[in-house]
């Protein structure tokens, strides 16, 4: 069974850095790419960025390029977010999700975990 579970989230300053991960089981890992989504307060979801199976090739959402930087340990099966120069819009519920091999984006996201809320306030 597909499991992803993020971890990292809480209260950041304007400014400030966070990163957040995700630890993933029940499927080979390394074979998918991966992707971090975020939902904030009354918006639908929003991608943030993505990375191939082998780390290699990554896409980022324009609203947090150059700020964000998303990378995946396969040896460890876990997908991180560094996420610096943070700004209150980024607070959200960030979700770690899994691609289904055939589609991009939102449209081919096939597993998601249940979110680490990151609040980005003074």
């Known amino acids: 069974q597909v499991q992803l579970v993020e971890s990292g989230g809480g209260l950041v300053q304007p400014g400030g850095s966070l990163k957040l991960s995700c630890a993933a089981s029940?499927?080979?890992?390394?074979?998918?790419?991966m992707s971090w989504v975020r939902q904030g307060p009354g918006k639908g979801l929003e991608w943030v960025s993505g990375?191939?199976?082998?780390?290699?090739?990554?896409t980022d959402g324009d609203s947090v390029a150059g700020r964000f930087t998303i990378s995946r340990d396969n040896a460890k099966n876990t997908l991180y977010l560094q996420m610096t120069s943070l700004k209150p819009e980024d607070t959200a519920v960030y979700y770690c999700?899994?691609?289904?091999?055939?589609?991009?984006?939102?449209?081919?996201?096939?597993?998601w975990g249940e979110g680490t809320l990151v609040t980005v306030s003074s």
């Open positions: 999700a899994k691609f289904d091999g055939e589609h991009w984006y939102l449209r081919g996201m096939d597993s």
């Open positions: 029940g499927f080979t890992f390394s074979s998918y790419a």
């Open positions: 990375i191939t199976g082998i780390g290699i090739g990554t």
